[in-house]
Protein backbone atom coordinates (compact mmCIF):
# COMPACT_ATOMS: atom_id res chain seq x y z
CA UNK A 1 0.00 0.00 0.00
CA UNK A 2 2.94 2.18 1.22
CA UNK A 3 4.53 2.13 -2.25
CA UNK A 4 1.87 1.98 -4.57
CA UNK A 5 0.69 5.11 -2.51
CA UNK A 6 4.04 7.24 -3.43
CA UNK A 7 3.50 6.17 -6.60
CA UNK A 8 0.88 7.70 -6.95
CA UNK A 9 1.79 10.95 -5.37
CA UNK A 10 4.43 10.92 -7.81
CA UNK A 11 2.34 10.05 -11.00
CA UNK A 12 -0.46 13.11 -9.72
CA UNK A 13 3.26 15.94 -9.07
CA UNK A 14 4.25 15.09 -13.13
CA UNK A 15 0.32 14.98 -14.16
CA UNK A 16 0.05 18.41 -12.49
CA UNK A 17 3.37 19.99 -13.17
CA UNK A 18 2.17 19.61 -16.94
CA UNK A 19 -0.81 21.34 -16.70
CA UNK A 20 0.65 24.08 -14.54
CA UNK A 21 3.84 25.74 -12.84
CA UNK A 22 5.04 24.34 -9.64
CA UNK A 23 4.24 27.25 -7.27
CA UNK A 24 0.78 27.19 -8.85
CA UNK A 25 0.59 23.75 -7.47
CA UNK A 26 -0.66 23.21 -3.80
CA UNK A 27 -0.78 19.90 -1.57
CA UNK A 28 -4.63 19.88 -1.83
CA UNK A 29 -4.48 19.41 -5.59
CA UNK A 30 -1.79 16.77 -5.09
CA UNK A 31 -4.22 14.66 -2.68
CA UNK A 32 -7.38 15.33 -4.66
CA UNK A 33 -5.63 14.03 -8.04
CA UNK A 34 -4.86 10.65 -6.38
CA UNK A 35 -7.24 10.71 -3.50
CA UNK A 36 -5.51 10.42 -0.59
CA UNK A 37 -5.73 12.86 2.93
CA UNK A 38 -3.06 15.53 3.20
CA UNK A 39 -2.07 13.37 6.15
CA UNK A 40 -1.03 11.00 3.72
CA UNK A 41 0.92 12.72 2.14
CA UNK A 42 2.92 14.50 4.76
CA UNK A 43 3.55 10.73 6.54
CA UNK A 44 5.09 10.66 2.97
CA UNK A 45 6.97 13.65 1.78
CA UNK A 46 8.04 17.01 4.27
CA UNK A 47 6.89 18.90 1.12
CA UNK A 48 6.73 19.28 -2.32
CA UNK A 49 9.89 19.75 -2.81
CA UNK A 50 10.87 16.76 -0.96
CA UNK A 51 8.55 15.04 -3.63
CA UNK A 52 10.45 16.42 -6.54
CA UNK A 53 13.88 15.48 -4.90
CA UNK A 54 13.10 11.77 -4.58
CA UNK A 55 11.35 11.57 -7.83
CA UNK A 56 15.16 13.05 -9.25
CA UNK A 57 17.25 11.20 -6.97
CA UNK A 58 15.08 7.80 -8.58
CA UNK A 59 15.28 9.04 -12.11
CA UNK A 60 19.40 9.33 -11.43
CA UNK A 61 19.39 5.75 -10.00
CA UNK A 62 17.49 4.31 -12.70
CA UNK A 63 20.11 6.64 -15.09
CA UNK A 64 23.21 4.90 -13.39
CA UNK A 65 21.46 1.47 -13.89
CA UNK A 66 22.02 2.25 -17.27
CA UNK A 67 25.72 3.13 -17.30
CA UNK A 68 27.83 -0.47 -17.83
CA UNK A 69 28.70 -0.94 -21.19
CA UNK A 70 27.12 2.05 -22.73
CA UNK A 71 29.09 5.38 -24.06
CA UNK A 72 28.19 8.51 -21.78
CA UNK A 73 26.54 9.83 -24.65
CA UNK A 74 23.79 6.69 -24.49
CA UNK A 75 23.46 7.47 -20.64
CA UNK A 76 22.47 11.05 -21.23
CA UNK A 77 20.09 10.43 -23.66
CA UNK A 78 18.18 8.45 -21.23
CA UNK A 79 18.00 11.48 -19.37
CA UNK A 80 17.06 13.76 -22.19
CA UNK A 81 14.09 11.00 -22.80
CA UNK A 82 12.90 11.82 -19.91
CA UNK A 83 12.94 15.14 -20.04
CA UNK A 84 11.33 15.53 -23.11
CA UNK A 85 8.51 13.30 -22.39
CA UNK A 86 8.15 15.78 -19.24
CA UNK A 87 9.37 18.74 -20.89
CA UNK A 88 6.41 21.01 -19.42
CA UNK A 89 6.86 20.05 -16.15
CA UNK A 90 10.73 20.29 -16.80
CA UNK A 91 9.95 23.58 -17.92
CA UNK A 92 8.11 24.48 -14.87
CA UNK A 93 10.10 23.28 -12.14
CA UNK A 94 12.92 25.49 -14.10
CA UNK A 95 10.68 28.66 -13.86
CA UNK A 96 9.81 28.29 -10.70
CA UNK A 97 11.82 29.49 -7.11
CA UNK A 98 12.42 25.77 -7.01
CA UNK A 99 14.43 25.62 -9.88
CA UNK A 100 17.66 24.68 -8.26
CA UNK A 101 16.14 20.71 -7.30
CA UNK A 102 16.20 20.50 -10.61
CA UNK A 103 19.96 22.11 -11.18
CA UNK A 104 20.95 20.02 -8.49
CA UNK A 105 19.56 16.53 -10.48
CA UNK A 106 21.29 17.64 -13.48
CA UNK A 107 24.61 18.55 -11.16
CA UNK A 108 24.40 15.27 -9.21
CA UNK A 109 23.41 12.86 -12.36
CA UNK A 110 25.87 14.14 -14.74
CA UNK A 111 28.37 13.88 -11.95
CA UNK A 112 27.31 9.91 -10.68
CA UNK A 113 27.22 9.15 -14.57
CA UNK A 114 30.69 10.60 -15.50
CA UNK A 115 32.44 8.90 -12.73
CA UNK A 116 30.66 5.45 -12.96
CA UNK A 117 31.78 5.84 -16.76
CA UNK A 118 34.90 6.81 -16.07
CA UNK A 119 35.53 4.18 -13.55
CA UNK A 120 34.34 1.44 -15.90
CA UNK A 121 36.44 2.40 -18.65
CA UNK A 122 39.56 3.44 -17.10
CA UNK A 123 39.64 1.07 -14.41
CA UNK A 124 42.08 -1.23 -16.14
CA UNK A 125 44.75 2.09 -16.25
CA UNK A 126 44.22 2.70 -12.50
CA UNK A 127 44.06 6.65 -12.60
CA UNK A 128 45.48 9.23 -9.88
CA UNK A 129 42.35 10.12 -7.71
CA UNK A 130 43.53 14.06 -8.37
CA UNK A 131 43.30 13.07 -12.27
CA UNK A 132 39.94 11.33 -11.91
CA UNK A 133 38.67 13.66 -10.13
CA UNK A 134 39.68 16.30 -12.70
CA UNK A 135 38.09 14.19 -15.49
CA UNK A 136 34.82 14.05 -13.38
CA UNK A 137 34.92 18.07 -12.54
CA UNK A 138 35.51 18.86 -16.55
CA UNK A 139 32.70 16.96 -18.12
CA UNK A 140 30.14 16.89 -15.47
CA UNK A 141 30.81 21.17 -16.01
CA UNK A 142 30.19 20.23 -19.38
CA UNK A 143 26.91 18.36 -19.58
CA UNK A 144 25.60 20.39 -17.17
CA UNK A 145 26.23 23.68 -18.80
CA UNK A 146 24.56 21.99 -22.19
CA UNK A 147 21.42 20.95 -20.23
CA UNK A 148 21.11 23.97 -18.49
CA UNK A 149 21.25 26.33 -21.44
CA UNK A 150 18.47 23.76 -23.12
CA UNK A 151 16.66 24.40 -19.97
CA UNK A 152 16.98 28.62 -20.18
CA UNK A 153 16.02 28.44 -23.93
CA UNK A 154 12.73 26.29 -23.15
CA UNK A 155 14.26 22.98 -24.50
CA UNK A 156 13.63 24.29 -28.29
CA UNK A 157 16.96 22.56 -29.93
CA UNK A 158 17.33 19.22 -30.39
CA UNK A 159 20.11 17.90 -27.32
CA UNK A 160 20.67 15.15 -28.46
CA UNK A 161 21.85 16.30 -31.63
CA UNK A 162 24.24 18.59 -30.10
CA UNK A 163 25.03 16.19 -27.42
CA UNK A 164 26.34 13.70 -30.33
CA UNK A 165 28.08 16.36 -32.48
CA UNK A 166 30.26 17.53 -29.07
CA UNK A 167 31.32 13.44 -28.63
CA UNK A 168 31.81 13.35 -32.22
CA UNK A 169 34.04 16.50 -31.84
CA UNK A 170 35.81 15.16 -28.76
CA UNK A 171 36.04 11.59 -30.42
CA UNK A 172 39.68 10.04 -28.91
CA UNK A 173 39.90 13.01 -26.60
CA UNK A 174 38.96 11.13 -23.25
CA UNK A 175 41.21 8.51 -24.26
CA UNK A 176 44.17 10.37 -24.97
CA UNK A 177 43.59 12.21 -21.99
CA UNK A 178 43.49 8.95 -19.68
CA UNK A 179 46.77 7.68 -21.45
CA UNK A 180 48.39 10.79 -20.33
CA UNK A 181 46.72 9.98 -16.64
CA UNK A 182 48.23 6.28 -15.81
CA UNK A 183 49.03 5.64 -12.71
CA UNK A 184 52.13 3.40 -12.99
Not at 106 to 129: G, K, M, Q
Request: with cysteine; charged share 30%.
Amino acid sequence: MTNTTKVAIKESIIRLLNRKPLNKITVKEIVDDCGINRNTFYYHYADIRALLEEIFIEQSNQLLRTVEGKSVYECLTTAISFALENKTAMLHIYDSPDREVLEQYIFRSTERTISDYISCVTAPNRLHPEDAEALVLYYKSLMTGLAVDWLSGGMKYDLSDKLKRVCELFDGTFESVVKRCRKE
